[in-house]
């Protein structure tokens, strides 16, 4: 019987992070991409998501990236901001971002950015580094991403968001 609870509870955790692959060093290069691939993204898209409202805005590929912004609404307050893009370079693409809080105050370092490698491509998921991409329909899309904390642990955040 325990054994049996074991396989369980593994198979368990395992089928709650599978939306999200991680980009293992010494893996091959990532794979072929362009932005025009994934263009459905452009858009204004909202959804909830830890307790608040989630919103984010992503421009056209235009020039070799597509920009964003997304916010984070709490009881009628930002909680906190992310700007970036997705940009094509060697034949695959990049997702790079910043965090700020309410007052624009940067989480990294000034030169530094949060950087997701293409690891997978499906046709209708982009996989980054911890942060998956999916379209649903053109009305829907869902982003999967893995947040951890100050323990060390983390888990996969599912943001739903519809177009507006």
């Known amino acids: 019987m325990k ?5 369980f509870l593994s198979t368990t955790c395992l089928l709650q992070s599978q939306n999200t692959i991680s980009f293992e060093e ?10 025009n691939d994934i263009e459905w993204l452009a858009g ?17 590929p235009l020039d070799g ?6 916010r984070l609404l709490d ?18 693409l990049i997702l790079q971002l ?9 989480w990294e370092e000034r030169d530094e ?7 997978k491509v499906e046709e209708n998921r982009f996989y980054f580094d911890d942060f998956t991409i999916e379209y649903i329909s053109d009305k829907e899309i869902n ?21 507006q």
């Open 3 to 7: 054994l049996l609870l074991l396989f």
């Open 26 to 35: 010494g893996m091959m290069m990532s794979p072929a991409a362009t932005l």
């Open 44 to 60: 204004h898209w909202k959804g909830e998501a830890f307790g608040g409202i989630a919103e984010e805005i992503w421009s056209p």
């Open 65 to 70: 990236s597509m920009m964003f912004s997304f």
């Open 75 to 92: 009881k009628g307050e930002v909680s906190f901001y992310e700007f970036g893009h997705l940009i094509e370079i060697d034949a695959t």
């Open 98 to 106: 910043k965090h700020f809080d309410a007052n624009l105050s940067g």
């Open 113 to 119: 950015n949060i950087d997701f490698k293409l690891v």
């Open 143 to 163: 982003m999967y991403v893995e947040v951890g904390d100050e323990n060390g642990t983390s888990n996969e955040v599912k943001f739903n968001y519809h177009r």
